[in-house]
């Protein structure tokens, strides 16, 4: 009996113990986070700053349609998942940054963006309509890619290090083969497919791209690189024409070349950069600069969080599409579908936006999807 009570008040103490230091830990981290919700980069309190504050926005990795939350990144480093700058989050902070009297300015930094066509388009969009406000938009690198260049290409002033570079070639598209490999193997595909343009199998079965393939191919890419071209030359006060000769002639070999021929202001390392910005926002040169990071004016949101009663649902659906739950990368139709359903019948939503980034994928999940949509649509529901 003495054993029994010895083992049972054991545990009573150790769960006890365990219990009491998780709870000491779930505060001390929801305390840690909500003061540094507070600050910026720099350590300062955001509330109280009075002005002269630059809006950091630094580029150096994947840029995904909805950033996570951090439960969501920690899970989704487990299971393998994508993470990132939110793409909304981004256009929320410009949009917010506008009519934020403490903000004067933006600072863009490059060093690595990963973001698609439509991401980078939006992003520049943005900033362009940030500068609608009077303020200005900086933008540096040691080395632009093409990527990089369009989104910075906005700015008022674009710098480049004097030892850097800058990518300006146009765009290419390159496709590796494998019918010679499985043809050693022994290997022999069999594939059924519908129309000369549905050329995903073609690595394994041709040597070559076909004619079809080729023609749709430098059809998006001309289209794509038109559109940035177009964009480009309305920023930088140049032509199309000039623009295209410059990347066919591979003519940007040097970091002045890029400033010779108007791509880019001024070379600067990065230190000068920060000289320019604090003379920019009237400071001294021994004055420190109040950078806000995008993280930190993400967690503080100068014109209030809104509660109203009234709501617009935006429903997320990113990846290849398939039958079940799916996943952050993966549009399930099963996920997706009872997202659109719980929406439509939530008398509170008044709206839905469904943005799609696809590939493709399952018809059948496709159509599960589809029917949902157009019962939405039916209502008056559906953006």
Do not use: C
């Amino acid at each position: 009996m003495k054993q029994f009570f010895g083992a049972f008040f054991g545990s009573f103490v150790g769960i006890l113990i365990a219990t009491i230091l998780a709870v000491v830990i779930t505060i001390g981290m929801i305390t840690s986070g909500f003061k540094d919700a507070l600050k910026d980069v720099e350590g300062n309190d955001l509330y109280t700053a009075k002005g002269n504050a630059i809006l950091k926005m630094t580029f150096n990795g994947p840029v995904v349609d909805r950033e996570r939350s951090k439960m969501e990144k920690t899970f989704g480093k487990i299971r393998g998942g994508e993470s990132g700058m939110g793409l909304n989050l981004i256009l929320n902070n410009l949009e917010n940054a506008k009519s934020d009297t403490a903000i004067k300015g933006v600072y863009l930094n490059f060093g690595g963006l990963m973001a698609g066509r439509a991401a980078m388009q939006d992003i520049r969009k943005g900033i362009i309509d940030f500068k609608k406000s009077g303020k200005f938009v900086y933008a540096y690198s040691e080395n632009y890619s093409q990527s990089e260049y369009y989104i910075a290409s906005a700015a008022d002033k674009v710098f480049l290090n004097p030892q850097g570079g800058m990518d300006w070639r146009g765009l290419s598209m390159g496709l590796m083969f494998f019918k010679g490999a499985l043809e050693k193997l022994g290997i022999e595909m069999t594939i059924y497919r519908h129309g000369k343009f549905k050329s995903a199998i073609e690595p394994f079965i041709l040597d070559k791209m076909s004619d079809a393939n080729r023609l749709q191919a430098e059809t998006f890419l001309n289209s794509i690189w038109n559109s940035m071209l177009v964009d480009i030359a309305a920023s930088r006060k140049t032509s199309v024409d000039v623009l295209n000769k410059l990347a066919n002639g591979l003519a940007i070999n040097f970091p002045q070349d890029a400033v010779s021929y108007k791509l880019v202001d001024q070379l600067a390392y990065e230190d000068e950069v920060l000289s320019e910005l604090k003379a920019k926002v009237k400071l001294k040169e021994k004055d420190k600069l109040n950078f806000v990071s995008h993280d930190s004016y993400t967690k503080y949101n100068p014109k209030g969080a809104y509660f109203g009663k009234e709501k617009i649902a935006v429903i997320y659906a990113v990846g290849s599409i398939s039958s079940g739950e799916g996943s952050d990368d993966e549009i399930g139709s099963d996920r997706i579908s009872k997202a659109i359903k719980d929406a439509r019948l939530d008398e509170n939503v008044k709206a839905i936006v469904l943005r799609v980034n696809s590939p493709g994928g399952s018809a059948l999940a496709s159509d599960v999807i589809w029917r949902e949509v157009n019962l939405a649509k039916k209502q008056n529901r559906l953006l």
